[in-house]
């Protein structure tokens, strides 16, 4: 196996409520897969281990032997909830958050994030990209030490993934980086209406093998 990166462990988080996309995200087709099984694909591709964080949602993990099903802790709420049952159960130092939701999102992509990782200091928390608007949350690498700092800020009245980035040491990794490999960005597109979906099958459509 190649060691010139830090080894990994995938969290795929799919327990949203899914609500403007008429609830079970995960579940839409996209392609001859599911939203979630993009994912899968993507984690068991570029990880050591792939944990799924699905919150109390029913699924199947038929064909996915590589893949273990966390349950999220009791208390908290939101994708916090889910990445803390992930970190307490990764079994690697560098954990990578993948969410159920985003199919046009490449391994040269993330990749890109793990280059960085291997590079860290030990002072950095976590590689995420990022520009004027703020840290993009997903794809993202967090260091398994922070999860202090994502059970401190489930406690906030603010437990976003934006509020605990605020308060971690992290690396960041313009977008401009990221045009140089891919100009539209696409890898970043996440779908949460079924327009969304349309045209993220549209975007895939447009991919030359």
Same mark, same amino acid.
């Given at each position: 196996?190649?060691?010139?990166?830090?080894?990994?462990?995938?969290? +795929?988080?799919?327990?949203?409520?899914?609500?403007?996309?008429?609830?079970?995200?995960?579940?839409?087709? $996209?392609?001859?897969?599911?939203?979630?099984?993009?994912?899968?694909?993507?984690?068991?591709?570029?990880?050591?281990?792939?944990?799924?964080?699905?919150?109390?949602?029913?699924? @199947?993990?038929?064909?996915?032997?590589? +893949?273990?099903?966390?349950?999220?802790?009791?208390?908290? @709420?939101?994708?916090?909830?889910?990445?803390?049952?992930?970190?307490?159960?990764?079994?690697?130092?560098?954990?990578?958050?993948?969410?159920?939701?985003?199919?046009?999102?490449?391994?040269?992509? +993330?990749?890109?994030?793990?280059?960085?990782?291997?590079?860290?200091?030990?002072?950095?928390?976590?590689?995420? $990209?990022? @520009?004027?608007?703020?840290?993009?949350? $997903?794809?993202?690498?967090?260091?398994?030490?922070?999860?202090?700092?994502?059970?401190?800020?489930?406690?906030?009245?603010?437990?976003?993934?934006?509020?605990?980035?605020?308060?971690?040491?992290?690396?960041? +990794?313009?977008?401009?980086?990221?045009?140089?490999?891919?100009?539209?960005?696409?890898?970043?597109?996440?779908?949460?209406?079924?327009?969304?979906?349309?045209?993220?099958?549209?975007?895939?459509?447009?991919?030359?093998?």
């Amino acid at each position: 196996m190649n060691r010139t990166r830090p080894a990994l462990t995938a969290l +795929v988080l799919a327990g949203g409520a899914a609500r403007r996309m008429g609830g079970a995200k995960a579940d839409h087709p $996209f392609g001859a897969r599911t939203l979630l099984e993009c994912s899968l694909a993507l984690a068991t591709t570029v990880a050591d281990e792939t944990l799924l964080l699905a919150g109390e949602r029913e699924v @199947s993990l038929a064909g996915w032997e590589r +893949v273990r099903r966390i349950p999220d802790l009791p208390e908290g @709420s939101g994708p916090l909830r889910g990445l803390a049952a992930g970190m307490s159960a990764a079994a690697h130092e560098w954990c990578l958050l993948l969410a159920c939701d985003m199919p046009l999102l490449t391994s040269r992509t +993330v990749r890109l994030l793990i280059a960085h990782a291997a590079t860290a200091v030990p002072a950095e928390d976590g590689v995420l $990209f990022a @520009s004027a608007r703020g840290w993009e949350p $997903f794809p993202a690498l967090l260091r398994r030490r922070t999860l202090s700092a994502v059970l401190r800020t489930m406690l906030l009245p603010d437990h976003s993934l934006q509020a605990l980035a605020a308060g971690l040491a992290l690396r960041r +990794v313009e977008l401009s980086e990221l045009r140089g490999i891919e100009p539209d960005l696409r890898s970043l597109s996440n779908v949460n209406t079924p327009l969304d979906l349309r045209s993220a099958l549209q975007l895939a459509a447009e991919i030359v093998p």
